[in-house]
């Protein structure tokens, strides 16, 4: 396996691999087609990075309104009156300001970290996938190579039957046809013949005649 997964490696270098879990054709082939607790794990992990930068993207732009609001609401305190309520307000926005800025600050140096590992859970998971790939590519060569073998046992055996089938017809029919010179019409009461070769061939010639295109 490990073999395996290094040559996995050095064929994805310099390839851009799509977002795993954001890719309809790889779900389709790879989660719907049933269970891998290997793929389950990584997709879990990939989506679970990708949930979080959503959420940091959200958080930075709720920050980003929020701050903004407060800084509008200091210009506007600007232009009161002097008053303690107005220094009070002054500097509890200042704070949240701060505080804000702050959060903004450590959101964003994670944020700077997310692509790295998302690129790391997505490649982690394109190893597995090819892994399964791989496996499943060869269980499928050996199962239709097994396929193909039955079949063609098959034919040769459907061959077989429908050479002895016509033989047993031919020799029916050349023995009701020799009783039938020697008693007449009685040779089916008497064999008490529920097989009629002469039915069976005249059946079969009645179904020739029909796929026979009729000239005008």
């Known amino acids: 396996m490990e073999q395996e997964d290094e040559v996995f490696r050095e064929a994805l270098i310099g390839k851009k691999i799509p977002i795993l879990t954001l890719d309809n054709q790889w779900h389709r082939l790879f989660t719907q087609t049933g269970e891998n607790e290997e793929i389950q794990r990584l997709e879990d992990n990939l989506n679970k990075i990708l949930k979080r930068q959503g959420k940091l993207n959200t958080e930075l732009k709720s920050l980003a309104v929020f701050k903004k609001k407060l800084m509008q609401e200091i210009v506007s305190i600007m232009e009161l009156p002097d008053s303690s309520a107005k ?56 199962e239709i ?52 070769p002469q039915n069976v061939l005249n059946k079969e010639k009645d179904l020739i005649d029909e796929k026979t295109p009729k000239q005008d």
């Open 87 to 142: 220094e009070k307000k002054m500097e509890e926005n200042k704070r949240k300001i701060e505080d804000a800025n702050q959060r903004m600050d450590v959101y964003s140096d994670e944020l700077m970290e997310i692509p790295k590992q998302i690129d790391e859970a997505n490649f982690a998971l394109m190893i597995a996938s090819m892994r399964v790939c791989y496996s499943r590519l060869q269980k499928n060569v050996e």
């Open 145 to 196: 190579e097994a396929i193909n073998k039955w079949v063609s046992e098959f034919k040769v055996q459907l061959k077989r039957k429908i050479i002895l089938k016509q033989q047993k017809e031919i020799w029916n029919d050349e023995m009701y046809n020799y009783m039938h010179s020697i008693f007449g019409p009685d040779v089916i009461n008497m064999f008490d013949m529920k097989y009629n």
